[in-house]
């Protein structure tokens, strides 16, 4: 069992930046793929970052490309979420998951609000 607990979410305007920050503990001997999903109200939640276990491949889909960055501290069992340019679209909840591979999602934090304002 891993258990994931997400910060940094909070109120920021168009064009701001954030930083998440999710702490991993438990069953985090092994190699773990680390990503982050968001859902917004009324919307199914949405893959927006992940990275490789050893931190050397990352992946983010087109709506957040060049804006988000995640990395990793496997030292720390920690991973972060760092976001720019945030858009108005970019308000829900973040979630931190870890998971067997990439295309393998075994288990997601607690969430964090993320709000942009315009």
């Known amino acids: 069992q891993v258990q994931l607990v997400e910060s ?17 503990s438990g069953r985090t001997s092994g190699s773990y793929a680390m990503g982050w999903f968001r859902q917004a109200p009324g919307k199914e939640r949405e893959f927006v970052a992940a990275v490789s276990p050893s931190g050397a491949a990352t992946y983010n889909p087109e709506p957040v490309k060049g804006r988000f960055t995640i990395s990793r ?19 829900a909840v973040y979630y931190c998951a870890c998971g067997s591979r990439v295309t393998q999602w075994d288990y ?4 964090t609000q993320v709000t942009v304002s315009s």
Request: proline share 0%; with cysteine; aromatic share 2%.
């Open 8 to 24: 940094g979410g909070g109120l920021v305007q168009t064009g701001g930046s954030l930083r998440l920050s999710c702490a991993a």
């Open 108 to 111: 997601f934090g607690q969430g």
């Open 73 to 91: 501290d496997n030292a720390k069992n920690t991973v972060t979420l760092q976001m720019n340019r945030l858009k108005s679209d970019d308000t």
